[in-house]
């Protein structure tokens, strides 16, 4: 176990109620979010191909394309991408973010 509470880009260090209603139970869909307007799909994919997993549909936010909704196969596999691409550096001044989803795909 890691605890990852200390690092200044962990997601859910302020409080307050929008951040903790996206703390979600685990599930084999992710939601991707702080990606910018010059990353396309297939970077996006590059950060789970680099942790071989296995990335099912994914899917743009229709009117917001810095937020991505990714299926994996199974929920360990939703689990160990949570941590592995969470903090994944997308530019200069973006790292991705990575949280478990309600939603599906």
Not at 31 to 51: C, R, T, Y
Not at 73 to 86: K, N, Q, S, W, Y
């Amino acid at each position: 176990m890691k605890d990852y509470i200390a690092l200044n880009l962990y997601c859910f260090k302020k409080s307050g109620p929008k951040n903790y209603s996206n703390i979600n139970p685990p599930s084999s869909t992710l939601h991707l979010s702080n990606i910018p307007l010059s990353v396309e799909e297939n970077g996006l994919k590059q950060a789970f191909l680099m942790d071989n997993l296995n990335v099912q549909p994914f899917k743009f936010f229709p009117n917001d394309c810095k937020m991505v909704l990714v299926q994996l196969a199974l929920v360990e596999g939703a689990i160990t991408a949570l941590f592995m691409p969470d903090n994944y550096q997308l530019s200069q001044t973006s790292h991705l973010r990575v949280s478990f989803s309600t939603s599906t795909i």
